[in-house]
């Protein structure tokens, strides 16, 4: 190094002093640094790891010939030419540019594949023919033609042009991770020395300035030099390979750009070098037809490149990466095309039962082999019978398309035993099973996705049922599932929306069979899910506090209704079932008087009913209410009696007018149970000694009646009389 350097310095001063012999002390000095980075380059190849034994070797081999160019350029200097641009001078010098390019293109941060690479030689030469024009325009047109005639000549004079399509090289594998790796930047540093140099040396040659031991000279041992301090850096830390990290970001756009730039100038070239004959110069004619031939390979790379990532990212799109199942995505889309082509169409989802507790206990890795093995083992059971899919995690789905050779329910069997864990197994202590949801595509479904919910609510029937078992979605298993939240949503609009009715249930005389009252039972027309019965939706409504605006709407219906009762019977009254959210409510008394004063109905033809355990939970407030109610004349029924915790002593508090013996009691009176008989005839003597009125719930049989009218109980109600239904039954008499 030093040494290099100090004949570096020596000639330096002789040239600039223009001390005699100058032309030889700088071929000397060329030489011996030549030399110097021969050996410079060697050493690194010998040290650094075998990846980049090649990149130095091949730097080696170009320093060596710079040597041997200059050597063989002095001897023939010496023996009598001027400066001799001879062919064996030439051939030396051109190995040395093919040697240096490979170099570049075996750097660490070159492409890896062989198309890469010649995509970044094109790109090097694209630019360098690109140049020529260029360069004729700036220098060469003063050149005598007959100079240009010699091959050999020429080829100096294009020196400037094969450094630029090194240059360009290096710029371009330079990938935007490995420029930390200085080497690089020292190389574009000796690569730009010798473009000045080789540059200056043309023009100074073209007008005739040249002469051997010319200051410039200095420039080419000094780009050695570099080359041979680039030689000491260490390796770069990541080498061997294995990164690909490189290849994630994409280049700035400028790198992309620069070899198209000269182009442009090309083209501009061209029209001025014709602009003095009229006629394009040969050799800018020649080159222009190797730039278009050259951009035509580069094209053609470009576009095979193209379509082999697009291959390579639908794999990676469309694929899962761990079992090589199509994934989601592209389950999703064949889903979707087949609907659209209207194929019949069934969707089996299967999730494994178990897998996680495999995860937490063995692992993700076991978890990863066990998911691989299970893929494989469902992909070989469906066998072409459709096309299983990995969803994500430990959901799979198989799409049954077209005319099928296999029921989906025969498939779900196949798979259910492909999982069942055969003798050979590798044992890891677990063997997840799997639960399958069946759907067939029907006119219930507007899109795939509903599709697939319906096999998401069979999977989990499935689950429900128990491990290793599969179930097909039936309209019965969707109403079940259609959710909580989409049901009070739903709720929130039926009031407004009038899908909201009232059937009617008689309450019979027994003695007469005369209807004078009726129950007001609340029903939704769902849009859907058809009509539904309070049960299903009333305890929803009061948690959500929706039971209020209901309550209203029913009192007002039933009171509307029984109005028009009263042409026929004018003693007809309506009963109407308050819920305990709305007693605790001040307004109560406001809707009811309201409601009744709305209809012109007298206040005793209402009948409130409350559940015992309204009415036991109610505070002195409530108790209040329920006084004025009573003083307004409304009725104050006591419903499902028997069935809460009450005691006498409440019955002395309440303002009630009237008791309602729960059906479960009613429905045991046909069974011979004494004790049944007794507590309703208990019941209802109390209801006499209190002076209520008192109704049999759910009578349904002829026994249940004759118990019922033996026992002494004035009224009842239940299907033997009458189902809830429209308003009309009110002021007839039951045959
Ligand atoms: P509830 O007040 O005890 O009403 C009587 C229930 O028994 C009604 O059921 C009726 O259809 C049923 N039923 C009548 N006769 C028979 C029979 O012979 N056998 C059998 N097995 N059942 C009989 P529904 O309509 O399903 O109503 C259930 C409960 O929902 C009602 O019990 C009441 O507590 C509540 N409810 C109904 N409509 C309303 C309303 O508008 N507002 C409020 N807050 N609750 C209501
Ligand atoms: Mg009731
Ligand atoms: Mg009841």
Same mark, same amino acid.
């Given at each position: ?105 075996? /750097? ?99 007008? !005739? ?192 398309? !077209? ?14 035993? &492909? ?60 109403? /079940? ?35 004078? /009252? ?44 029984? &109005? ?37 109905? &007298?206040?005793? &033809? ?9 009415? $036991? ?20 029924? $006591? ?78 109600? !239940? ?17």
């Amino acid at each position: 190094m030093l040494v290099a350097g100090a004949v570096l310095v020596a000639e330096a001063f002789w040239l600039v002093a223009a001390l005699p012999g100058a032309a030889l002390v700088s071929d000397l000095g060329a030489l011996l640094v030549a030399g110097w980075a021969t050996v410079a380059c060697v050493g690194a190849a010998r040290r650094q790891p075998s990846p980049l034994r090649r990149f130095w070797t091949l730097l080696a081999v170009t320093m060596a010939l710079a040597a041997l160019g200059r050597a063989t350029w002095t001897a023939q200097r010496l023996g009598g030419g001027d400066l001799p641009h001879t062919p064996l001078v030439g051939a030396v010098f051109t190995v040395g540019i093919l040697t240096g390019t490979a170099a570049l293109l075996c /750097s660490p941060s070159a492409p890896r594949t062989a198309v890469g690479r010649a995509r970044t030689l094109l790109d090097g030469v694209i630019v360098a023919l690109a140049l020529v024009p260029i360069g004729w325009v700036l220098v060469f047109r003063g050149v005598a033609a007959a100079e240009l005639a010699d091959p050999a000549r020429t080829l100096g004079l294009l020196y400037p042009m094969f450094d630029l399509m090194q240059l360009t090289i290096l710029v371009t594998v330079a990938g935007p991770v490995r420029t930390a790796w200085r080497p690089m930047s020292v190389l574009a540093a000796s690569l730009t020395i010798r473009v000045l140099a080789d540059v200056g040396y043309v023009s100074l040659v073209a007008r !005739g300035d040249y002469a051997a031991g010319h200051v410039i000279d200095l420039c080419w041992p000094l780009s050695y030099l570099l080359i041979g301090l680039a030689a000491r850096y260490p390796p770069p830390p990541d080498c061997d390979g294995t990164d690909d990290t490189a290849e994630a970001s994409p280049p700035p756009w400028w790198r992309v750009a620069l070899p198209y730039l000269p182009v442009g100038g090309a083209i501009i070239a061209v029209v001025l070098a014709r602009r003095p004959t009229g006629q394009t110069p040969q050799l800018v004619f020649v080159t222009m037809m190797a730039l278009l031939a050259a951009l035509a390979v580069r094209q053609g790379l470009a576009a095979n490149e193209n379509l082999r990532l697009v291959v390579r990212l639908r794999r990676l799109a469309y694929g899962d990466q761990l079992t090589g199942l199509p994934n989601r995505l592209l389950f999703n889309r064949r889903l979707r095309l087949a609907l659209r082509d209207g194929r019949p169409v069934a969707v089996l989802l299967l999730d494994l039962d178990g897998f996680k507790q495999v995860n937490d206990r063995f692992g993700h890795a076991t978890g990863d082999t066990l998911l691989t093995g299970l893929a494989a083992r469902m992909r070989a059971a469906v066998d072409g019978d459709g096309t299983i899919a990995r969803l994500g995690g430990d959901e799979f789905a198989v799409l049954v398309d !077209g005319d099928r050779p296999v029921p989906p329910e025969q498939l779900a069997e196949r798979l259910l035993a &492909a999982l069942r864990p055969s003798d050979g197994d590798e044992d890891v202590g677990v063997h997840p099973s799997a639960s399958i949801g069946i759907a067939e595509y029907g006119p219930q479904h507007a899109s795939h996705t509903d599709l697939l919910r319906d096999a998401d609510i069979a999977m989990y029937a499935a689950k429900a049922a128990g491990k290793s078992a599969y179930r097909t979605c039936t309209p019965a298993l969707r109403e /079940s599932a259609v959710s909580r939240a989409e049901l009070i949503a739903d709720l929130r609009r039926a009031v407004d929306e009038e899908q909201l009715h009232l059937e009617f249930q008689p309450i019979v005389e027994l003695a007469t069979g005369a209807v004078r /009252s009726a129950e007001a039972l609340v029903r939704w027309r769902h849009p859907r899910l058809g009509v539904l019965p309070p049960a299903r939706f009333l305890p929803l409504a009061e948690e959500t506090g929706l039971i209020l605006p209901i309550d209203r709407w029913v009192i007002h219906e039933a009171c509307r209704a029984a &109005a028009t009762w009263r042409e026929r019977a004018p003693e007809a009254t309506v009963a109407v079932n308050i819920s305990a959210a709305h007693l605790r409510r001040p307004d109560l008394i406001a809707t009811v008087t309201a409601a009744t004063a709305g209809v012109g109905l &007298a206040p005793r &033809a209402l009948t409130l009913e409350l559940t015992e355990s309204a009415l $036991i939970e109610g505070t002195e407030a409530v108790l209040e209410r329920l006084r004025q109610l009573r003083e307004l004349g409304i009725g104050i029924a $006591i419903d499902d009696f028997g069935t809460g915790y009450s005691s006498l002593s409440y019955l002395h508090r309440i303002p009630a007018t009237e008791l309602k013996i729960d059906r479960s009691f009613v429905a045991r009176l046909g069974t011979d149970d004494e004790r049944a008989y007794a507590t309703v005839e208990m019941v209802t003597r109390l209801a006499g000694a209190f002076d209520l009125a008192v109704v049999a719930e759910g009578v349904e049989t002829e026994r249940q009646h004759a118990a019922v009218t033996a026992i002494g109980c004035p009224r009842g109600q !239940g299907y033997l009389y009458g189902r809830p239904d429209g308003p009309g039954t009110v002021g007839q008499n039951r045959p």
